[in-house]
């Protein structure tokens, strides 16, 4: 009972150290030598006993955070067997054993010699042991025991996120969830009061509110209107400790904004537009715009907008521009200030789109009233007809009067209108326009069949303003006369097979005919076939007439025979059903053939029923053999005319001169030498333009003009070729007959120069030539001449 009691109070001392400053705890532990407990009697009468262990181990608590100037005293370890004579050391293992933890060797005193941070590290493990001071041997086994660090409030919450946007809906009702904000706080949760967290709002108030125990803000008054104010700031505050005095807090901000609702209507700014439209501008011009605000953004502020009333619902119509929000009020009919010169037009604009939660706000459109003025514009001449159709008969004399067209001026001044035919469209002229009252005359006769419509453009201007111009088509249709008669609609050929007078006449007719008549179907058609009256009679053919604007050519009789009479030229009148009927005599030729039993046609040709029989075939072979001998020797004598030729200059090797110069075709030629005056040589009427044919051979002799000739003992030289020279130009007789050769004259005034080399030699040249040792053999001649200037110079 003893060792029981001494348990209790060393519990009981360190449950009140525990909560003292100093946190002092000793925990005893007891072991006796002597026995304890109930005496058990052996076999042979020995005693036994049961031994209790010495240490009684449990938490110890150290508060976080200490700042004193002293170690603080965690516990106080110490053993029974421990007399006090200072025999027992205590040693200390673990976490933290010797650094944040030491204990007195001698006393078993455990002290913290560090600041502890709770959050950093909530225990520490340590081990224990009582060991003889001298032999270090142990007395006791090691045992393990926790030291916790206590925690204080000593963290202040903190919020997820500095700042928080939150959207909810103006006009939301009171207790609307607008977000949730949540906050942590680092210190025990198990522990007192130092995590427990409560919400308060600090700013914001009295639009919006906080729950104390969740964070979630709502909405705390109804009716928040985004257009009154969109957006709100509010401060929030997590406190510690349950909220209560001395707690620590932490703060954020929440930025909520209102989302639009269509809750407003849209509202003309005025009552009245006054707008104004020329009756000059064209259906689809803009005439004005009209707007009506609406405070509401994005779908719930489009309006639209349309016409419901006034008496211009006809000429004016509306559209919305969607970009600007605006009512597009534009012309749907041309207007006339002489008709009406003013107009009034009711529009409404309406939300596209109605929140039905806020209908009763009240009708989501708004009227206004637009007048509109027309202003007077000087307007073109109008035509009393957007077109006209004339009709003229063709043929008919030139001056006749086709039709009127009629134009006025719709404005008040009524000026004078001019007409005028736009040339463009009548470009051979067929008509005319009398300029002051419009009537449209022809200039010539007019075919319809070669035009049967004609369209011409009238303009009407006034006579004051020019450029006030209309414009309007008129159509002339030229009436068909009877003015041409029918004729075949094709070249018909009629054959009939030669017979004898014995067979009998067949019934098929030879050839049938049809007629085609430029006429209109009115002096057309129905066609009637017949032979003139002069051979109404025919003795050989008759003409029948279908009457469907055919007809059939029979035979009154047989025995035709291509011996007596081959062809026959057949007349057939035709006539057409117009008033007075047309008519036209056409010819029918119809050849006499040859057929078979059968009636098919084998030849219609004359000659060849005479001539028994054409040429053999042996015949026709030696006519082609003929042919081809006679192109074999045209093909050998062409052959040879060219191989005989040879060129007209004979470049040899060895032959090097260099004043000697051969021409086989008489010429001046280029100025490569000045024995005489080169110019002499020239055509004097091929330098004026005029050169004698001398192509072809003439027909006359020519006789030499006398005087021409010089005497001679003349010795000008001049004289003498320029005489010969006009004797060739002037004979026609001379030859050559074939062709034209005409020297101009180079020489030293042409751009080129001379090309000649013979001058060379006698001139000052600076070229070396000396090239032309290494060019060979070929060159051998040239290198020589050309190229031993030097040596010459030495030699003299």
């Known amino acids: 009972m003893k060792e029981n009691y001494c348990l209790q109070a060393a519990l009981v001392c360190l449950g009140m150290l525990c909560h003292s400053q100093a946190f002092a705890s000793e925990w005893r532990g007891h072991l006796r030598p002597s026995f304890h407990g109930h005496h058990e009697k052996g076999k042979e009468g020995q005693v036994l006993q049961r031994s209790k262990r010495g240490w009684v181990w449990n938490q110890f608590f150290v508060i976080e955070e200490y700042t004193g100037p002293d170690p603080v005293l ?131 108030q009295p639009y919006f509110s906080v729950e104390a125990q969740t964070g979630i803000i709502r909405t705390a008054l109804p009716n928040m209107d985004r257009e009154a104010k969109e957006e709100y700031h509010v401060v929030i505050q997590a406190k510690d400790m349950g909220g209560h005095m001395g707690g620590l807090s932490g703060t954020t901000k929440v930025t909520i904004t209102l989302t639009d609702v269509n809750d407003n209507p849209p509202k003309f700014p005025q009552s009245v537009y006054q707008m104004s439209v020329s009756e000059a501008n064209v259906p689809g011009e803009e005439v004005g715009r009209v707007k009506a605000k609406d405070p509401d953004i994005g779908e719930n502020g489009l309006v639209t907008y349309s016409i419901v009333d006034g008496d211009g619902m006809e000429l004016f119509e509306i559209t919305t521009d969607y970009e600007t929000q605006e009512g597009v009020i534009k012309l749907k009919k041309p207007v006339d200030f002489e008709t009406k010169r003013a107009y009034s037009l009711k529009v409404e604009a309406t939300n596209m789109h109605i929140d039905q939660k ?146 009998p006449l067949s019934n098929q007719p030879i050839v049938t005919i049809s007629a085609d008549d430029k006429d209109d179907t009115a002096n057309g058609p129905r066609f009637i076939f017949s032979l003139p009256p002069e051979i109404i009679h025919n003795p050989n053919f008759t003409v029948r007439d279908n009457r469907d604007n055919t007809a059939g050519v029979y035979a009154r009789r047989g025995g035709f025979s291509r011996q007596k009479q081959d062809l026959y030229l057949l007349p057939i009148v035709i006539s057409d059903g117009g008033i007075p009927p047309m008519s036209s005599t056409n010819t029918l030729t119809i050849k006499v053939c040859g057929c078979d039993v059968n009636g098919a046609l084998l030849s219609c040709n004359a000659e060849a029923y005479i001539l028994n029989a054409g040429l053999s075939t042996g015949a026709l072979i030696a006519i082609l053999a003929c042919i081809v001998i006679l192109l074999v020797i045209v093909v050998l004598f062409v052959t040879l005319r060219r191989q005989k030729k040879e060129p007209l200059i004979v470049f040899e090797e060895e032959d090097v001169r260099e004043n000697i110069i051969t021409y086989d075709d008489e010429g001046g030629g280029e100025e490569d030498t000045e024995a005489f005056d080169i110019a002499t040589l020239q055509n004097p009427d091929g330098i004026n333009g005029f050169i004698p044919r001398k192509d072809i051979k003439p027909e006359y002799q020519y006789m030499p003009r006398p005087g021409l000739r010089p005497a001679p003992s003349s010795v000008d030289v001049d004289d003498f070729i320029n005489t010969r020279i006009q004797e060739a130009d002037n004979d026609p007789t001379a030859p050559p007959y074939d062709s034209i050769q005409i020297y101009g004259y180079e020489g030293r005034g042409s751009v080129a120069g001379s090309l000649s080399s013979l001058e060379s030699a006698t001139t000052d040249s600076d070229l070396d030539y000396d090239y032309l040792q290494n060019w060979g053999p070929r060159f051998k001649k040239l290198a020589d001449l050309y190229g031993s200037k030097d040596t010459f110079d030495d030699d003299s």
């Open 358 to 503: 806020f209908i009763s706000n009240g009708p989501f459109k708004d009227t206004v009233t637009v007048k509109i003025a027309v202003e007077d514009a000087d307007e073109p001449p109008m035509f009393l007809a957007p077109s006209y159709i004339h009709e003229v008969q063709e043929n008919a004399a030139a001056g006749t009067v086709v039709g009127r067209v009629h134009a006025k001026d719709p404005d008040a001044a009524n000026s004078q209108i001019r007409y005028s035919i736009d040339r463009h469209t009548d470009l051979d002229r067929f008509f005319t326009i009398n300029p002051e009252d419009g009537f449209i005359k022809t200039t010539k006769p007019l075919d319809r069949e070669e035009t049967a419509w004609l369209n011409i453009t009238v303009f009407a201007a006034e006579i004051h303003n020019r450029h006030q111009e209309a414009k309007v088509p008129v159509a002339i249709r030229v009436l068909d006369v009877n003015d041409n008669a029918p004729k075949f609609a094709a070249p018909y050929e009629g054959f009939i097979c030669e017979s004898d007078q014995t067979k």
């Open 74 to 204: 965690v516990g106080r370890l110490h053993s029974d067997i421990d007399s006090g004579d200072g025999n027992i050391k205590y040693i200390l293992s673990g976490e933290g054993a010797g650094t944040i933890f030491v204990i007195d060797d001698k006393s078993g005193n455990i002290h913290a010699t560090k600041k502890l941070d709770r959050e950093e590290r909530a225990q520490y493990t340590l081990m224990a042991q009582a060991v003889d001071r001298d032999t270090n041997r142990p007395l006791e086994p090691p045992s393990e025991f926790i030291v916790k660090v206590q925690d204080i409030n000593d963290n202040p919450p903190e919020f997820l996120h500095e700042t928080y946007h939150a959207n909810v809906p103006e006009r939301s009702n009171v207790g609307t969830s607008v977000i949730q904000v949540t906050a942590s706080d680092a210190d025990d949760p198990t522990y007192g009061n130092s995590a427990k967290l409560v919400y308060s709002i600090l700013e914001g």
